[in-house]
């Protein structure tokens, strides 16, 4: 039984690795998830028959498996009927909640296997301490970002000295952990408590000053701690499963935020430490020109007649839910014998991948769409730049203003286009609140109005033509 449970283990991780290595390409991420899904209901039903209920007395098997049962059937209902009826707009902050839920997790086993105040290695008291803390930053901060995305929470909290006040926490914290993890089993239950409180107020704390324009870092960083949680757990438990997928989530989700910071050209830290993305961020800048309307029988006659023209995605998008209707407009565009590509950056939306998500569920071939460095040298030789519910990743003063926030940040080359269209519902700035200088360039006009009414409109006129 016992090689049973363990080659059942191996058998999980395997998978776990081969689905992560398929859901690097997009053509082969569905199955990718399949497989890592069916390791999951692998690693599950060892449960059943793992050591530590087999060798308990009777009574506690029987309460285990009720609860196990009882569990899978709650969460698995929930999860089943949210997945079902969730809308791709709101997509971000289901996986900031599922992914906090991983991390409370986490934390919930280390809570109960210090709460037995029985005796372990110090190696593995550590252990449990650092998942406990990790998971449950992981758990209170993700649950902010969470009403961030759903608009619950639609002010960035900020007061002065809010760091000092973090940094007291995070040390009060570390150190209610190490008298935990140092003093064998002579800890109270009160200092116990006392250590996860901190810990969930610290999650709290460390994610309300941060602005939406970077909630898709902070998604991808509580990613990456859940994981490790998870990893630290699984030490503590002895099983191999938790730990291996726990190290594969950690640093895939390491790497995921070093990818995104990179693709903002802002070290983590100044993610969570700076003020960028607070309202008005873009007060004081002066901006040239004035924005000047097309109609979208123009804005249609311009794409229709060209030779290349470039999409660029937004969560304005997303919003609208306008992503079928783009994908009619490229077809109707195509048909004319236009080359339409779509550029996608890596930040764009409320997650990584938010953009690539939608265009994949609208049926958009994976072979038109391009990432930022793929597509930036091809628009000074496109005819058009058609721009729906972007706004920061395609704001020039990255270039050009080192007094701007996002100055350096990459971003898409839209202006660079012969032409560039713009559509938008109103005149406002961009998430982070930074006026966006391209909407006052000499080569741009705005297409106001809902962003699917809009597609829909233009895919009526290039029709017609």
């Known amino acids: 039984m016992d090689f049973i449970i363990k080659a059942s283990y191996f058998a999980a991780a395997v998978l776990f690795i081969l689905g992560l290595k398929k859901m690097s390409s997009p053509k082969t991420a569905r199955g990718g998830i399949i497989w890592a899904g069916v390791g999951m209901v692998l690693a599950t039903l060892v449960t059943f028959v793992h050591p530590t209920l087999l060798h308990a007395p009777e009574d506690v098997i029987f309460t285990n498996y009720a609860l196990i049962i009882i569990a899978i059937g709650v969460a698995g209902g929930l999860a089943w009927y949210t997945g079902k009826k969730v809308a791709m707009t709101d997509m971000p902050q289901m996986i900031a909640l599922y992914n906090g839920m991983g991390g409370g997790a986490a934390a919930a ?34 649950l902010i970002a969470y009403a961030k ?11 002065g000295g809010i760091q000092l006040v973090n940094g007291i926490l995070f040390a009060a914290t570390v150190i209610t952990g190490a008298i935990i993890a140092f003093s064998g089993v002579e800890y109270s239950p009160v200092v116990l408590a006392a250590f996860f409180v901190l810990a969930l107020v610290f999650g709290v704390m460390m994610t309300l000053p941060i602005g939406g324009a970077d ?4 998604i991808s960083l509580y990613n990456a701690l859940t994981g490790l949680a998870v990893g630290f757990e699984g030490f503590v438990l002895g099983n191999p499963a938790m730990m291996i997928a726990g ?29 960028f993305g607070a309202s008005g961020g873009g007060e004081g800048e002066e901006v040239s020109g004035s924005m000047k309307e097309i109609e979208a029988s123009d804005a249609a006659v311009m794409m229709a007649y060209a030779e290349k023209v470039i999409i660029i995605p937004g969560y304005g998008m997303a919003v609208a839910q306008a992503q079928h209707k783009i994908w009619e407009l490229t077809q109707a565009l195509r048909n004319k014998g236009v080359d339409v590509k779509f550029a996608i950056h890596p930040v764009a939306g409320r997650m990584p991948g938010h953009m690539n998500v939608l265009l994949a569920e609208a049926g958009v071939p994976y072979d038109i769409i391009y990432d930022l460095d793929e597509i930036n040298s091809e628009f000074p030789t496109a005819d058009v730049a058609l721009v729906i519910g972007a706004n920061d990743v395609v704001n020039p003063v990255a270039r050009t203003n080192p007094d701007s926030p996002i100055y350096g940040m ?26 966006n200088h391209l909407f006052f ?16 409109d233009l895919v009526a006129q290039v029709k017609e033509l």
């Not at 909630?215 to 902070?218: E, K």
């Open 109 to 142: 086993i280390a809570a109960v296997e210090l709460v037995k105040f029985t005796e372990m290695t110090q190696t593995v008291q550590i252990l449990a301490v650092l998942g406990a803390l990790i998971g449950t930053v992981a758990f209170s901060g993700s």
């Open 149 to 159: 995305l759903q608009g619950i929470l639609r002010k960035t909290v900020r007061f």
């Open 215 to 218: 909630m898709p870092v902070v």
């Open 247 to 275: 190290i594969v989530v950690g640093s895939a989700g390491t790497l995921l935020t070093q990818l995104m910071a990179r693709a903002m050209n802002r070290p983590i830290t100044n993610v969570l430490f700076t003020q």
């Open 410 to 435: 990459p971003i898409l080359n839209a202006d660079q286009a012969k032409n560039c269209i713009v559509i938008k519902r109103g005149k406002g700035a961009g998430f982070s609140g930074i006026e």
């Open 441 to 456: 360039a000499d080569n741009t006009r705005m297409l106001y109005g809902d962003g699917q009414k809009v597609a829909a």
